[in-house]
Each structure stands twice: as structure tokens, then as C-alpha cells.
């Protein structure tokens, strides 16, 4: 059975940071580039939903597919700034001698599709 959050949605447990009584590490962040990251999400957000009017409104291919590439670019920065966050959790794990080379690896792997 597949792991889920809160929500019910199903979690791949590879690329989780576990802590030392192995349940999984929170996404921890600091009060600001929790912020950011969220404003970011919300701008995503936005642009999505701009997509689907543009779908609606039948405007022209190239115009949706500029938008969609700028949305990818923007999901894969997104993603590049949660890696690193993770990244940064990890090198403070290893420097403790507790990381795990499997965690790491497999949020890489995640990240990058």
C-alpha cells in the first residue's frame, strides 16, 4: 500500500528525509523563502488557469504553447529551489554523520523526473 499525506495523496516515500526515529522529516524552511516558495506556487497557479482560458477562448497554438513552456520552466525552477532546500537539510544530516546516500539519491531522482 502506498504511502499518503494528510490530504489522502499518495506520497513517494524514496525521496522522504527521515528523522532519527525513522518517521519523516517535515518540509522545513525558514518564515521567507516559505513565502517565496508559496508566491511562486501561487503565480503557477495563476498561469494554469490562464492556460485553460486561453483553451477556451480557442487563441492561437503558438500563444498557449509560449505560456505552457514559461509554466514548465517555472515548475522546474520551483522544483530546483525545493531540491536545494533539501539538499541543504542533507549536507547538515552528513555533516552529523546521519545522512543516507539512498535519500539523497532518490530526491535527486525525483526532481529531476
Same mark, same amino acid.
Not at 16 to 19: A, D, E, I, L, W
Not at 96 to 101: K, M, P, S, Y
Given at each position: 500500500m502506498a504511502a499518503a499525506d494528510r490530504k489522502g495523496t499518495p506520497v513517494d516515500e524514496r525521496a #522522504?528525509?527521515? #528523522?532519527r526515529d525513522d518517521?519523516?522529516?517535515p518540509f522545513a524552511v525558514d518564515a521567507a523563502e516559505k513565502r517565496r516558495l508559496l508566491n511562486r506556487l501561487k503565480r503557477?497557479?495563476?498561469q494554469v488557469r490562464g492556460l485553460q482560458r486561453m483553451i477556451d477562448e480557442e487563441r492561437p497554438c503558438k500563444d498557449i504553447l509560449t505560456l505552457l513552456s514559461g509554466v514548465r520552466s517555472a515548475l522546474d525552477a520551483t522544483g530546483d529551489e525545493v531540491l536545494s532546500a533539501y539538499l541543504r537539510r542533507c549536507q547538515a544530516d552528513f555533516a552529523?554523520?546521519?545522512?543516507?546516500?539512498g535519500d539523497l539519491l532518490a530526491a535527486v531522482r525525483l526532481a529531476r523526473g
Open positions: #522522504t528525509v527521515r #528523522t518517521a519523516p522529516a503557477l497557479e495563476g552529523q554523520g546521519e545522512g543516507d546516500v
